[in-house]
């Protein structure tokens, strides 16, 4: 029972750090007449900050867990290679699968959105996006929606968990009609499922953290190579 409470405190806590952090800080600014939404500097501090305090309530585990990817780190990056493949392979078929669904609901559908940093000129914009986009943002939301939620309930409840809630918290910030926001977030759902079930799979959230990194790091080029 002190587990499941303990658990449930930081992941509740982690949520609202991101939620707040990536939602309503620079609105709240906003309100007060502080318009820092379009600086560069300010959105990666916060965004550090936010990695963080992320680390700080998960890092032990994190921590240890990519200790020991390193100690076979040859053949865990490419079993993590292999690993995005396949998932990038099944969101790839998700999409078509939402699509169609979307098209004879006649429902709209984003579909997946993916960041190409290949095809942009390096400057100071693409770092921020790079460590933002790339590493921070699937660092911290594999941190507390595969690991937290996989500590709070066990067996295939947290893989499914996993999914379900991160898929309603990104349609709680897409918001607006029901039926066209349950269509946008299937994809998320999927998503984290996955990447769900290559933790427990592997017992290390390692695995899924930098799966995570390589889907957004490496599929916006692959994407734009095959279309």
Excluded: C
Aim: aromatic fraction near 18%; glycine fraction near 6%.
């Amino acid at each position: 029972m002190k587990d499941f409470l303990v658990n449930f405190i930081k992941l509740f806590l982690s949520i609202l750090i991101v939620l707040f952090i990536e939602e309503y800080f620079f609105k709240i600014l906003g309100l007060i007449g502080i318009e820092l939404s379009n600086n560069l500097v300010v959105k990666l501090i916060i965004y550090i900050l936010e990695f963080i305090l992320i680390y700080i309530i998960y890092g032990r585990e994190i921590g240890s867990a990519f200790s020991k990817y390193q100690n076979k780190f040859g053949s865990n990056v490419l079993y993590t290679i292999i690993s995005y493949i396949v998932v990038f392979i099944a969101m790839m078929i998700t999409n078509y699968i939402v699509k169609l669904i979307a098209s004879n609901l006649n429902t709209p559908y984003s579909g997946l959105n993916f960041i190409n940093i290949f095809n942009e000129t390096f400057d100071f914009d693409l770092i921020v996006k790079f460590i933002i986009n790339i590493i921070i943002i699937p660092f911290v939301k594999v941190a507390i929606f595969v690991l937290g939620i996989n500590n709070l309930v066990k067996g295939k409840a947290g893989t499914f968990l996993s999914g379900l809630l991160y898929a309603l918290y990104e349609g709680f910030l897409i918001g607006g009609n029901f039926g066209a926001v349950f269509i946008d977030v299937i994809d998320e759902f999927v998503l984290f499922i996955l990447l769900s079930y290559l933790y427990k799979k592997n017992a290390n959230i390692a695995f899924s953290i930098l799966t995570f990194i390589f889907y957004e790091l490496f599929s916006g080029l692959i994407v734009a190579k095959l279309l």
